[in-house]
């Protein structure tokens, strides 16, 4: 399997623009989750689905965040509009059972808002 | 909020030598995970212990665990420069339903 793959690996854009990041997760996994990892406040989750249902979006920061999961093979995390502070690495990962499972993460898609 | 908290936050070691880290939470858990991340790359999944047990192997790692005392360690023995990444430990609790992780201790292996 190619493991979780994640588009674009880095992203540069102006502020007020719309930003949306995609991810694939490992075929046959049930459950993903975006991530947000910056030095100041470390890995955060932001959203999780199970079988393309969100279940916990409490790690969304405001409504100019917004996730979806069409179909099991792929899902997008939308910002609009972006702003600077939205700068970060973003990680989508992937598990099998449900969130007390060994999670397996993409490469990240690293953004930086100007 | 942070559950687990690793010490330290900073290792330098020599090759060969043995990398101890630590991991102290709050609440109790259903399991414990380690994961390492290599600079700019993703999280990679180490090790997963859960609450009834008391230490895992795998290769060079051994992780413990202590429900008591509510920490767990990382032991890396022989140590390589590849094994420069920072390490994190992340936990599930029992009356939660996420994975929550560390700020993560950076360990740098010198050659």
């Known amino acids: 399997d190619a493991g979780v793959i994640q588009s674009p690996r880095h992203e540069v854009t102006e502020m007020g623009q719309e930003v949306t990041l995609r991810c694939k997760p490992i075929s046959g996994h049930d459950y993903l989750f975006w991530y947000r990892q910056t030095m100041m406040r470390g890995l955060e989750l932001l959203i999780y689905?199970?079988?393309?249902?969100?279940?916990?979006d409490s790690g969304m920061p405001e409504d100019r965040f917004s996730a979806k999961m069409p179909n099991a093979s792929f899902s997008t995390l939308k910002i609009q509009p972006s702003e600077p502070r939205d700068s970060a690495v973003y990680f989508c990962?992937?598990?099998?059972?449900?969130?007390?499972?060994?999670?397996?993460f993409g490469p990240g898609t690293r953004l930086t808002v100007l | 909020s942070q559950q687990g908290e690793e010490d330290p936050q900073a290792l330098s070691i020599q090759e060969g030598e043995n990398a101890t880290m630590n991991c102290s939470y709050k609440t109790s858990i259903n399991n414990l995970q380690w994961y390492r991340q290599n600079s700019g790359r993703g999280l990679v999944h180490l090790i997963l212990i859960r609450s009834n047990e008391r230490e895992k192997h795998s290769g060079r790692l051994r992780v413990t665990l202590d429900t008591s005392k509510k920490s767990s360690s990382l032991l890396i023995t022989a140590s390589r420069a590849a094994d420069t990444a920072s390490y994190f430990c992340?936990?599930?609790?029992?009356?939660?339903?996420?994975?929550?992780f560390g700020e993560g201790t950076q360990l740098t292996v010198n050659p």
């Open positions: 990962a992937s598990s099998f059972w449900d969130y007390t499972d060994t999670q397996y």
């Open positions: 689905f199970n079988n393309n249902v969100p279940i916990d």
């Open positions: 992340a936990t599930v609790e029992t009356s939660g339903s996420r994975l929550t």
